[in-house]
C-alpha cells in the first residue's frame, strides 16, 4: 500500500491514496450540461456564437432537435457523416484555413532576455474590472506568451481551469 503524506489543510492525515481516488466525487456530475463521453456518438461542439467569424456559425450547431438526436444516438453515425458533414468540422474551420501569418509574425529576431520576476507585475484577474485592465493591456502588445491549464479528471474532453498570459512588463492569472 503508497501511502501520501497531504500538504494540505484538507488533507493533513497519510491516506490511501488508492482508496482516496474512488471516494473523489466527479466534477462532472454537478455540471448543468453534461460532457457525453460515448465513442459511438461524435462531439458534438456547444458554442452558440461564434466571435470573430469569416462565416456564421452553422444552423446544426443551434438546432436542439438534430443534436439531440444524434446524442441520444436516433441517428446512427454514418449518416451523421453523410447527412451533416458540417457538424463534425471544427466550427472555426475557415477562419483557420484563412489565417495567414504576417511577415513581422515570421520574422527572425534576435531572442530578448525576460526581466526578472522582481521586475515583472502580476495581476491575479478576479473581477471585471481587472479583466477590462488586462485586455486594455494586451491590445497594446506585439508578443503575448499563452499558457491554458485544463482539467480532465475523469473526463473524456478537457475543459480550461486556468489562463496565464504574460507580456513582456507583466504576468496575468486568470481562474477561468
Known sequence: MYT????????SRSYDVSKKKREVIKPQLNFTDKVNNNDTIPF???????????????????CATIVIQIQYGQILIHEVHKKYPELLQNPYYREIQAFKLTHEQIQLRTPQVPKSLDDTKYVYVDCKVELNKMMDHI?????LA?????????????????????SRTNDYLVDA
Open 4 to 11: 501520501k503524506r497531504s500538504h494540505s489543510l484538507a488533507f
Open 44 to 62: 458534438i461542439p456547444r458554442i452558440k456564437l461564434k466571435p470573430n467569424a469569416i462565416s456564421p456559425l452553422s444552423d446544426f450547431f443551434t
Open 139 to 143: 491590445k497594446l502588445q506585439r508578443e
Open 146 to 166: 499563452i499558457d491554458l491549464e485544463a482539467h480532465q479528471f475523469r473526463s473524456y474532453y478537457d475543459f480550461t481551469c486556468l489562463i496565464q498570459m504574460s
